[in-house]
T-cell receptor, first 112, second 115 residues
Framework: QKEVEQNSGPLSVPEGAIASLNCTYSDRGSQSFFWYRQYSGKSPELIMSIYSNGDKEDGRFTAQLNKASQYVSLLIRDSQPSDSATYLCAVSSPGGYNKLIFGAGTRLAVHP | DARVTQTPRHKVTEMGQEVTMRCQPILGHNTVFWYRQTMMQGLELLAYFRNRAPLDDSGMPKDRFSAEMPDATLATLKIQPSEPRDSAVYFC?????????????FGPGTRLLVL
């Protein structure tokens, strides 16, 4: 079992819809959770961080965390074609200083 | 605008040659990470440093790869000798150290092609 699992996609949604990206992790000791966006040919860009159970909203993005279920998700409201990218889920490693474990990423395609 | 910088951005070399990649972390960040990304393997952690000291390099092929941080503004990753299977994008990332806020910021990457 991978430490951080994501559906590889592609997840295809129409413009204006809500895109829902999901991630599960295996280590219950993880405390910090991140979503990175990576456009093709570019580097990962941090878009959200979440540390406690519940929802955290930032503009069109909402991160959701459920530590009991070891589940973290990212919702993108009013999806735009510019949101088309690969979204990487990252989870802190309890044993390492600032070490993150990355999922393989979910490719999102927003079509007009 | 604080950001991680990496040089070179692109490198084409022949098998057996030495490759050196450089990274300047964000000023004030004391953790530095080296990652490799390929289509097949995704993002792999190679090594990381805290306060210039290596903490973990278990993800790195020891026989040919080496990572150092000679000062707080420079981290290097060397491959000697390089092989075609080393072709990948190599990212450096840096982050502040507060426990529980393990944010990392990525540089633009070095795209390496070994022929």
């Amino acid at each position: 079992q991978k430490e951080v699992e994501q559906n590889s996609g592609p997840l295809s949604v129409p413009e204006g819809a809500i895109a829902s990206l999901n991630c599960t992790y295996s280590d219950r000791g993880s405390q910090s959770f991140f979503w990175y966006r990576q456009y093709s040919g570019k580097s990962p860009e941090l878009i959200m961080s979440i540390y406690s159970n519940g929802d955290k909203e930032d503009g069109r993005f909402t991160a959701q965390l459920n530590k009991a279920s070891q589940y973290v998700s990212l919702l993108i409201r009013d999806s735009q074609p510019s949101d088309s990218a690969t979204y990487l889920c990252a989870v802190s490693s309890p044993g390492g200083y600032n070490k993150l474990i990355f999922g393989a990423g979910t490719r999102l395609a927003v079509h007009p | 605008d604080a950001r991680v910088t990496q040089t070179p951005r692109h490198k084409v070399t022949e098998m057996g040659q030495e490759v050196t990649m450089r990274c300047q972390p964000i000023l004030g960040h004391n953790t530095v990470f080296w990652y490799r990304q390929t289509m097949m393997q995704g993002l792999e952690l190679l090594a990381y440093f805290r306060n210039r000291a290596p903490l973990d390099d278990s993800g790195m092929p020891k026989d040919r790869f080496s990572a150092e941080m000679p000062d707080a503004t420079l981290a290097t990753l060397k491959i000697q000798p390089s092989e075609p299977r080393d072709s990948a994008v190599y990212f450096c990332a840096s982050g502040p150290s507060p426990t529980g806020q393990e944010t990392q910021y990525f540089g633009p990457g070095t795209r390496l092609l070994v022929l």
